[in-house]
């Protein structure tokens, strides 16, 4: 019989590389403030991956992950944080909430990966979340937000890659932009994968974003009362390619298409 996989395993082996927001963004924050982070909120948790890797740095690290959908907190919950070691899983914590509502709770470091945010396509909900993750930061505390741009990730396009899945074989991942609206700065985008036996997971994941620019993005953090912003830009190569190392940045020439973090210090 056929073992189901669930399309959450899918979309993090594809998507994500949670050790490396964990093993290099703390460096910024320590930087911006002089401090280590400890209390981490990952919002838009989705699976929670982050999180749960946040936990294992030292005894000290907590974290909490924020989303709204029920099914993919209980896999966060009974897939990722369980296979964590009990002392781990007691120091990470997932909840259902919008993330548009500050919490009592307080932390150093509060991080929207993969561009959840662009879901928000107006500024006043845009600028609702930025307050409310401003309410919920300690004093020096840093918010991170992931940010993708450039021709690159606008154009219809479509991105094929083949990842290695335990226990099942090798899965195609397809990674489509459809037309870019210039008028209402709004795309659609979706993640197939097709599975090792032939079968097609069409529209696994299907987002409507609003591109929102690093300007517009520090307007906004400014307005919810950030005193500064940092922009981490990715350092090219020699061959003008990505070298994988950001720096802060105030002024670049265009890439193709970036990602790149834009950081409120609070
Ligand atoms: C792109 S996915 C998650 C990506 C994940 N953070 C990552 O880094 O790959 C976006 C997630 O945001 C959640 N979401 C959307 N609006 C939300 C809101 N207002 N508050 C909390 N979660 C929300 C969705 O349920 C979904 O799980």
Redesign the pocket.
């Known amino acids: 019989m056929k073992t189901p996989i669930s399309k959450f395993k899918l979309?993090e082996l594809s998507?994500?590389s949670p050790n490396w927001q964990v093993d290099y963004l703390p460096q910024f924050h320590q930087w911006l403030t002089g401090k280590d982070p400890l209390h981490f909120r990952?919002?838009?948790?989705?699976s929670g991956r982050?999180a749960c890797e946040w936990v294992k740095r030292s005894k000290k690290h907590k974290a909490v992950g924020?989303?709204?959908?029920r099914e993919?907190l209980a896999y966060a919950n009974d897939v990722n944080r369980a296979e964590l070691k009990r002392d781990q899983q007691s120091r990470v914590q997932f909840l259902r909430?919008?993330?548009?509502k500050a919490m009592p709770a307080k932390f150093d470091m509060i991080g929207?990966?993969?561009?959840?945010y662009f879901?928000f396509h107006e500024r006043k909900e845009l600028l609702r979340y930025a307050r409310a993750a401003f309410k919920s930061l300690k004093s020096k505390g840093t918010f991170f937000l992931e940010v993708a741009g450039g021709p690159g990730f606008i154009e219809p396009h479509r991105e094929v890659k083949t990842i290695s899945v335990p226990q099942l074989g090798k899965v195609t991942q397809v990674w489509e932009q459809h037309q870019f609206d210039p008028i209402t700065s709004v795309n659609d985008y979706s993640i197939h994968f097709k599975l090792p036996d032939g079968e097609w997971l069409n529209d696994a994941?299907t987002?409507h974003w609003r591109v929102w620019s690093i300007r517009e993005l520090r307007e906004i953090l400014k307005d919810a009362g950030f005193k500064e912003s940092v922009v981490l830009w990715e350092r090219p190569d020699e061959e003008g390619e990505g070298s994988g190392e950001y720096l802060p940045t105030e002024n670049s020439e265009l890439s193709h298409s970036y990602i790149a973090y834009v950081v409120g210090v609070k």
């Open positions: 979309y998507v994500q990952e919002d838009f948790c989705g982050i924020i989303d709204l959908d993919v909430q919008d993330v548009k929207a990966f993969n561009f959840s879901g994941f987002y």
